[in-house]
């Protein structure tokens, strides 16, 4: 996958080069900055050779510096796959950042291989290296911390019982259809129900409230027995189809691929099954933990947070910390919709292995409020503790504390991580994720937090520099 950590420059891209063309200053610093810390380039060139035999054999594929870059490059300019591959391609100072120069800029689809083959694990350690690079070049100093949870959606439709079992009937349907047109034979037993299904979703979905009251228990009971008998056939199919052997290794490959699918999909229909028919059928109050809201990212969490406009988000909670320099230093996709005050202990411990020191200033909203997280930062060192009590009486004492002018100023400083979280959404792209899977999502913020490091140590470098010309 990856053979070379940094290629030769080739004499047409050395006189390129002394056209005087350059980058914008931003990009510049960054492109700088990863220069000078070859070590985050090894860590991914590893993470792109696990599983491979031989990285050095085989054909030529991206570096670790053209995979990281355009990584970068994909989320400060908030790109799709094919939008990423035609501004590289059509532009020299693109082509000089993400370390192409003069070469072939590869389709969109090795893009998103390159990208794929990453882990979240490496992400992550590549940006405690980022923060410890700005901690070593003095651009923080992790005086001050606040803290935030957000959601991150996934790529989802909204979720309701009769569109996720119509969603059932419609891929296994497709997929049986597939195989059967891999093994090149009609499959017996096996009936196309999309139709019948179709009418009976689009019949619940047009109903009125009062019409739901009376006859949408008679309509999921017959859209449930479609979808059982559409799971119940596929079964039958995977156990006909068990000893079939395609005529080719390509063929045969496609065949195994298509039969994990099909099991795939009838256990997570078999889940649809039996949540549809427990809430409608039985009236009965499914545990969020039980449920599933989507075949296509079964990992999806339904979060409620009070909104008032989102009562409802499906995606997944994520824990976010920045420091004073807009530095995000910790981040974390958690699972579930966990309460906010667990994280204020574990960020604590991690800022100090991060910093050396506990900051002086933690801030936070009221849903990190505990006394016992308020104690626990007093024994760490923090000086000015800034998490508003949530419900309650508060004593005279707590009620002078909040209306402090120090107490005001640290919830003026918290309040700039929604600023962050809008950067992140607007951005980054980090607002929704369109890639498929859990380890992908994961993927996908990690870059996200990744783009707006590097994005922010390149703004501080340039504003060092500045200052450093003033004083000459």
Not at 61 to 85: F, H
Not at 134 to 163: C, F, W, Y
Not at 256 to 283: F, N, T
Not at 379 to 403: D, F, M, N, S
Request: aromatic fraction near 6%; hydrophobic fraction near 35%; include cysteine.
């Amino acid at each position: 996958m990856s053979r070379a950590a940094k290629r030769q420059i080739s004499f047409a891209d050395w006189e390129l080069m002394q056209q005087g063309l350059s980058l914008e200053p931003l990009l510049e610093n960054i492109s700088k900055f990863l220069d000078d810390h070859a070590e985050m380039i090894e860590i991914v060139r590893c993470d792109l050779e696990r599983g491979l035999k031989n990285a050095k054999t085989g054909r030529r594929g991206l570096t670790a510096q053209q995979v990281l870059r355009s990584l970068v490059l994909m989320r400060v300019k908030n790109l799709d796959y094919r939008e990423l591959r035609e501004r590289i391609a059509d532009g020299y100072t693109l082509r000089q950042f993400t370390d192409f120069y003069c070469l072939r800029v590869p389709k969109h689809d090795a893009f998103n291989r390159a990208f794929n083959r990453l882990t979240p694990q490496v992400l992550k350690a590549v940006n405690d290296l980022v923060v410890q690079a700005a901690v070593d070049l003095e651009l923080e100093d992790g005086s001050k911390l606040r803290v935030d949870t957000t959601v991150v959606q996934t790529d989802i439709h909204h979720p309701t019982d009769n569109t996720l079992l119509w969603d059932v009937v419609r891929v296994v349907t497709r997929l049986v259809r597939r195989l059967a047109e891999a093994i090149e034979r009609r499959i017996k037993g096996f009936r196309n129900r999309r139709r019948a299904a179709r009418r009976r979703m689009l019949e619940i979905q047009r109903m009125t409230t009062r019409q739901r009251d009376e006859r949408q228990i008679d309509k999921y009971r017959k859209l449930i027995a479609i979808a059982e008998e559409v799971v119940r056939s596929a079964r039958e199919v995977l156990r006909q189809t068990k000893n079939v052997r395609g005529k080719d290794a390509f063929s045969e490959m496609a065949i195994d691929h298509l039969r994990k699918e099909i099991d795939c999909y009838c256990g997570l229909g078999e889940r649809v099954i039996d949540q549809a028919r427990r809430r409608v059928l039985h009236g009965e109050q499914v545990p969020n933990g039980e449920k599933i809201y989507s075949i296509f990212e079964p990992h999806t969490d339904l979060i409620k947070r009070g909104k008032v406009r989102t009562p409802l988000e499906f995606g997944h909670k994520i824990f976010l910390a920045e420091s004073a320099q807009g530095l995000i230093t910790q981040y974390e996709v958690l699972k579930g919709n966990p309460s906010d005050e667990q994280h204020v202990v574990p960020s604590l411990e991690r800022h100090k292995e991060s910093f050396g020191h506990a900051p002086e200033l933690y801030g936070s909203d009221r849903g990190f409020f505990s006394k016992k997280n308020v104690k626990s930062c007093e024994q760490e060192g923090v000086r000015l503790v800034c998490i508003p009590q949530r419900g309650g009486g508060k004593t005279p004492e707590r009620e002078a504390y909040e209306k402090s002018a120090a107490f005001k100023k640290g919830q003026r400083f918290r309040a700039g991580i929604e600023g962050r979280i809008s950067v992140l959404f607007r951005g980054r792209g980090m607002k929704r994720c369109l890639a498929a899977g859990q380890q992908r999502f994961e993927l996908w913020v990690g870059a996200a937090v990744l783009a707006n490091n590097l994005m922010r140590i390149a703004t501080l470098l340039t504003k060092r520099s500045s200052r450093t010309r003033r004083a000459a």
